[in-house]
C-alpha cells in the first residue's frame, strides 16, 4: 500500500517536472531571442545587439550606444519584431489552449471558431474599399480586422446561446460564423477592380511581423497580458470543464459563465494580435498540444507553458522566415507550418502516452 | 444532513420525465433508485444535484431550499458521481481526485487539500494509481477514481449515478461496502440510481421504485421487491425469495425472447387529476 506521505513526494517530484518543463521553454526562448536578434541581413551581431538594447533599457548607466546604424537596425528593426512575435506567439498559444480545454476539443483554434476568417473579411474590406467601421487615427485596416472579430464572437456567442451554450453548440456556431465571414471575404476580392488592392489583401491574410512597430506593441501587449492573467486564474475551472458540464455543476462550477469568460478573453486576445499581424494559424492550434506532451493537461502548468511554446515556435519560425532567403524573406505562417509540422508529428509518434482527445 | 423532495417536477422541452416526487432521505441512510429505463432515475439525481433546474423548494437540505444556495455551497454538502466520466485530455488520477476539493480552493492548493486527496486515494485503495493517467484506468477503477473524487469535496449527501453497471462481481461489491461504511461510520446519505435489483436489496436501507416519471413504491427492500411490484413496473414475472443473507432475491422467471419481447407494461391510470 502506498503511503499518505509517498503519495505527496511523488505528487510533488511531478510538480517539480513540470516546473522544470516550463523553465526549459522558457530558457530556449530566451536562447532563441539572443540568436533573432544577433542574425539578420544587415551587418551588426550579437555583441552590437547587446549594447544597443543595454544602452537604451539602462539609460542611467549612461552606456557607449554604438553606432547610429547598429541602433536603426537593432532597435527600430529588429527588437520590435522580436517583440512582437513573442507577443503573438504567447497570447495566440494561451488563447487555443483555454479553449480547446473549456470546449474539450483538442481542434480548436480561432480559425475553427470564426475569428480569423472575421478578422480577414474586417481587413479586405478596409483595404478593398477604404472604408472601416472603426478607425482611430492611421489603424483603418487594424481596427475594422479588430471590430469584425468582435462581431464574430458576439454572432458565435448569440447564436450558441439559443441551444443552451453546450461547448458542441459553440463549436458549431464558430464554424457557420467562419464560414460566413470567409464567403464575404472571397465576394470581396472576386469583385474587387483593383489588382493591387487584391494582392493586398492576399498578402495581409498571409500574416508577418514585417509591420511590427513599438506603436503597435504598446497597444497590444498590455492587452495581452491582462487577458492571459485572468486565463490563468481560470485555471482549476478549465480543469474542471475538461470532465463534463454536468460535472462541472457538480463541482461548483458554472460551465456557462466559464465558457462565456473565456470565449471572450480568446477573442480580445486573438483579435488584437491578428489585427496587427495578418492571420497567423497553426500556433494557436499547436502549441498547446507540444506544451501537453511536455507537462499534462493541468491548465495552472499547461497554460504558462503554451505561452512559452507559443512564443518560442513563432519567433524561431519568423526567424528563418527572415534569414533563409535574405535580404527578402518568407511569410511567417508558411514557416510555422513547415518546421512545426515535422516537429509535432515527430512528438506525437515517439510518445508513447497519448496526450488529446 | 436531511435530504427533502417536495412535489418535484420536471420535465424535457414537452415530454415529462418526473411528476410530484415527495421523498425524504435521513442522516446516514442510504437509499437505491430502482425502476426502467426511462423511469426518470438519473434524471432525479440531476434535479436533486440541480444540474437540472426545478422550481422553488422542491429540494431541501436540513429544511433549507436548495435553489437558494450557489453551486459552490450546494458542491460543498452534495457530491455527484456520474454514469461514467470521461476526460478529453489526459489528467492524472491524482489530478481528477483534486478536482473535488475545487470547491475549498481558490487558487493555490493547502495542505490539507493534499492531504485529503491522498486519504480518499487510500480509503479507496487506489493509492498505487494515483500517478497513473484516468484514461488509461479499468472501469472499475474509473469508478472509484471519481467515487474519490466526490468523497473529496467532503458532501454530506452523495448521488451515485448506475454506479456499478459496468464493473465485474468484485468490483460491485466493493464499491457498495465502501458506500455502506461511508453511511454507517461517517453518516453520509447515500442515494443511488441501480439496475441491479438483486444488489439494490442486499445494500439499501429503502428502495425508491420509480415508474414512468413516478414513485410506484417506497420502503424497506422487502416491501418493494414484491413479485407483483416487480410485475406491474418491468412486466416481468419474477420469483422473489429470501435470500441467506435475510433480504429479498428477485429470479426473473424469463428464459425465451419472444416471452420478453411480448412483455407489456400496464400504463399507469392517472387517477391524480389536478
Known sequence: MTTKSELKKLYNKGKKRKFLAIFSVFIALIITVLVSVSLGAASPGLAEAIRVIASRVLPFLHLDPGSSFDQTIIWTIRLPR???????GAGLAAAGVTMQGVLRNPLVSSYVLGVSSAA?????????????????????????????CLIAMVLVFSIARLRGMTSETVILAGVAVGFLFSALLSLIQYVSKSTQAVNAVVFWLMGGLYTATWESILICSPIVAVVMVIMVLQSWNINIMSMGEDVAISLGVNPRRVLTITMLLETIATASIISFTGIIGFVDLIAPHIARMLLGSDHRYLIPCSVGVGAFMLLTSDT?????????????????????????????????????? | MKLTINKLSFNYAATPVLKDIELEVGLGEMLSIVGPN?????????????ILKTKQNTVLIDGKDASKLNLKELSKLMGYVPQTSRSTFPFTVFDVVLMGRKPYIHWSLSERDNEIVAEMLDFLGIGKL??????????????????????A?????????????????????EILCILKSLSKTNHCSIILAMHDLNLASRFSDRILMLKQGCIFAVGPPDAVLTEENIESVYGIKAHVTNSVLGRPQVTPLISDLNEVRNVKIQPEIETKQR
Request: net charge positive.
Open chain 2, 130 to 151: 494515483a500517478m497513473r493517467h484516468y484514461d488509461e484506468l479499468s472501469g472499475g477503477e474509473q469508478q472509484k477514481v471519481i467515487i474519490a473524487r466526490a468523497l
Open chain 1, 320 to 357: 528563418v522566415a527572415r534569414l533563409i532567403i535574405a535580404p527578402t524573406e518568407l511569410p511567417v505562417g508558411v514557416v510555422t507550418s513547415l518546421l512545426g509540422v515535422p516537429f509535432f508529428l515527430y512528438l506525437l509518434i515517439s510518445k508513447k502516452r497519448r496526450s488529446f482527445g
Open chain 1, 82 to 88: 522580436i517583440v512582437l512575435g513573442i507577443i503573438a
Open chain 2, 38 to 50: 426511462g423511469s426518470g432515475k438519473s434524471t432525479l439525481l440531476k434535479c436533486i444535484n440541480r
Open chain 1, 120 to 148: 480577414g473579411f474586417g481587413a479586405a474590406l478596409a483595404i478593398v474599399l477604404g472604408v472601416s467601421i472603426l478607425s482611430f487615427g492611421g489603424y483603418l485596416v487594424i481596427g475594422n480586422a479588430f471590430i469584425f
Open chain 2, 153 to 173: 469535496q467532503q458532501p454530506q449527501i452523495l448521488l451515485l449515478d448506475e454506479p456499478t453497471s459496468s464493473l465485474d462481481i468484485k468490483h460491485q461489491l
